[in-house]
């Protein structure tokens, strides 16, 4: 069975973890443009994303009309309940899924997922129930290693390369 969706944190997995605000007030995120490439490319292999998020962020909804994301759920404090939610909506099963995240407001995604994957900078806590650990830090292309993983276990490569040909 394939993976046909991916479930995404957003700070310290998209991004870096830090938050900074404007003089103003403003929230500042910074997003890796190699996530961004690989979260569009998942979706035009017919595949589905979601972010599921513990905080509310306008740059966090840009970004996701940005890549393409149809899922999108901000200021969620229970992910288990939106998951499974969103799993009857697209007529899925948890082992149809993997998650990345990076602290223990993800643990139960990480746990229930198919495949669960921590940026290389998570919490120790949810490093040992994690599928892998990533090479790199949240923020800093571990949602590119992730899908280029998934890309390489459903045998997806050629496909993946030929969308940018």
Request: hydrophobic residues 40%; aromatic residues 6%; contains cysteine.
């Amino acid at each position: 069975m394939s993976i046909e969706l991916i479930v995404l944190d957003v700070d310290g997995t998209m991004t870096d973890g830090k938050i900074g605000y404007t003089q103003n007030g403003d929230e500042i995120k910074s997003f890796c443009v190699k996530d961004g490439l690989g979260i569009s490319s998942w979706i035009r292999l017919g595949k589905s994303v979601a972010i599921i998020t513990g905080r509310e962020s306008k740059i966090v909804e840009k970004r996701a009309k940005e890549l393409g994301i149809k899922h999108l759920y901000q200021g969620v404090h229970n992910k288990k309940k939106v998951l499974e939610e969103l799993l009857n909506k697209l007529n899925l099963t948890i082992d149809r899924v993997a998650s990345i995240g990076d602290d223990l407001n993800d643990f139960y995604i990480l746990n229930a997922s198919k495949l669960s994957f921590v940026p290389n900078n998570s919490s120790s806590y949810v490093k040992k129930i994690a599928s892998i650990i990533l090479s790199k830090n949240g923020g800093d292309g571990a949602v590119r290693e992730m899908i280029e993983y998934l890309i390489n276990l459903e045998n997806l490569k050629e496909d993946y390369l030929k969308l940018w040909h």
